[in-house]
């Protein structure tokens, strides 16, 4: 999978988490995609770390998803973890 591949799932990625943890968090759009991105090298490295399942490199493939939305969730939650809501409450 090229570059475009992973630019494209980890957008999906990271907006599917955002999807399953709504909330407001700063960056956007860019944010997402980095978030995403990120986080699914986090996933396949997880998986391969601690469940020994290597996951495969097609774009298609579940376990790429899987893998990609879990570190995107992980990133997710330490990202809010540690920066919180910068946003002024009203």
């Known amino acids: 999978m090229g ?13 599917a988490a955002k999807l399953i943890l709504p909330g407001r968090d700063p960056g956007g759009l860019v944010g997402t995609t980095i978030i995403g991105i990120v986080g699914a090298f986090v996933g396949g490295w997880l998986s391969a770390k601690l469940l020994d399942k290597p996951v495969p490199h097609h774009f298609f493939d579940g376990h790429t998803w899987l893998a990609a939305i879990g570190g995107s969730l992980v990133l997710l939650i330490l990202f809010r973890l540690l920066f919180g809501d910068t946003r002024a409450r009203r």
């Open 3 to 15: 570059i475009i591949g992973w630019i494209v799932l980890g957008l999906l990625a990271g907006a």
